[in-house]
């Protein structure tokens, strides 16, 4: 019966207190970029990911396509080497990095970039 009880005493404090947490920290990154490309009304797009979160935080439905001029690309901090390493005719900048969320601007290049 005691180890019984300990294991719900377990299981409770992981439901209620550990797990939580951990999704806390796992979304406030999404969360904030969203909320960001939303204050800062640039078009967001996806790169490789397409976490629902996102959309739902940013209020609005992000497309996945190549990203133009003006864009913020959104795309999980793991990919932001690989995806400033393809090749591009724009300028790519980051913008926002926060947990596993980055946002990188798309813009013109100038002078020759």
Same mark, same amino acid.
């Given at each position: +019966?005691?180890?019984?009880?300990?294991?719900?005493?377990?299981?409770? &404090?992981?439901?209620?207190?550990?797990? !939580?947490?951990?999704?806390?920290?796992?979304?406030?990154?999404?969360?904030?970029?969203?909320?960001?490309?939303?204050?800062?009304?640039?078009?967001?797009?996806?790169?490789?990911?397409?976490?629902?979160?996102?959309?739902?935080?940013?209020?609005?439905?992000?497309?996945? +396509?190549?990203?133009? !001029?003006?864009?913020?690309?959104?795309?999980?901090?793991?990919?932001?080497?690989?995806?400033?390493?393809?090749?591009? !005719?724009?300028?790519? +900048?980051?913008?926002?990095?926060?947990? !596993?969320?980055?946002?990188? &601007?798309?813009?013109?290049?100038?002078?020759?970039?």
């Amino acid at each position: +019966r005691r180890l019984l009880l300990v294991g719900y005493v377990q299981a409770a &404090a992981i439901a209620l207190i550990v797990a !939580p947490t951990v999704i806390g920290v796992l979304q406030s990154g999404p969360k904030a970029a969203a909320e960001y490309a939303r204050e800062h009304a640039k078009p967001l797009v996806f790169h490789r990911a397409q976490p629902p979160s996102v959309s739902l935080y940013r209020q609005a439905v992000i497309p996945r +396509r190549a990203a133009a !001029p003006g864009d913020w690309v959104y795309l999980r901090s793991d990919r932001v080497d690989e995806f400033l390493a393809e090749p591009s !005719p724009y300028r790519r +900048r980051v913008v926002f990095h926060q947990g !596993p969320a980055t946002l990188v &601007a798309v813009e013109h290049s100038t002078g020759g970039d």
